[in-house]
């Protein structure tokens, strides 16, 4: 089976809370979100044979317990991710996943054979914006797969599951409608940084998510991840 590869960090702290992990990144991804950072692994072909991405991952295992798959959009390959993930398992590493949410029946496959423990689910905007935001018709299967991870998490077979939200300077006010639609999952707000916007401050988002009246995580580049709960 082969894998379009995207990248290998043997050993990382930030892409799963919490966990040592190595993360592979897996290249390709149908959207086209205007502030994408992993623009260089968004197309193209490095077509490797899985066992030399098993390899990789293996390699880590004296000092990673888990491994992180992200992209690109990891979901874009299935089979492949299925296929990795197993892999893994059988390693005895924990799995988690970064995904955009587009291809729903991935993660029910990944979360039905018990292969994720973690997933990182964006939901970038509101439904009603969702489509023009990715440019791609995206927003009923990105709902199918929010369904997918509140069930799981619902019912044991998901451990963690966070909503990762990326707020620009503008948008402040859909946070309300993202928030309640994302009820029951973590809730991370991720300083949105592209050309032409000045990026919100944590205080902003501190300030934004003080309504909200839910515990948050907030990211930023100036301080990393942060805990936020607003009856503090
Ligand atoms: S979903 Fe992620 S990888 Fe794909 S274009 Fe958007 S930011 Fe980039």
Known sequence: MHVNFGGFVPISTVDWRGRAA???FLRGCPARCFYCHNIAIHG???LRDADEIIAMIRSSRTVAGAVVFSGGE???????????????RNMGLSVGLHTNGIFPRVLEDLIGRHLVEMIALDIKTTWERYDELLELTAADAVKQSLAVCKRAKADGSLGTCQAVVTLFRGREDDLPSIAEATQGLD???????????????????????ASLGRKVRIRTREDGEVGYDPEQ
């Open 22 to 24: 190595c993360t592979v």
């Open 44 to 46: 193209g072909e490095d």
């Open 74 to 88: 990891p979901t874009l390959q299935g089979p492949a991710l299925v296929h990795l993930a197993a892999a893994a």
């Open 187 to 209: 809730l991370v707000l991720q300083q949105g940084v592209a050309a032409g916007f000045v990026p919100l401050t944590r205080q902003e988002l501190e300030a934004v998510a």
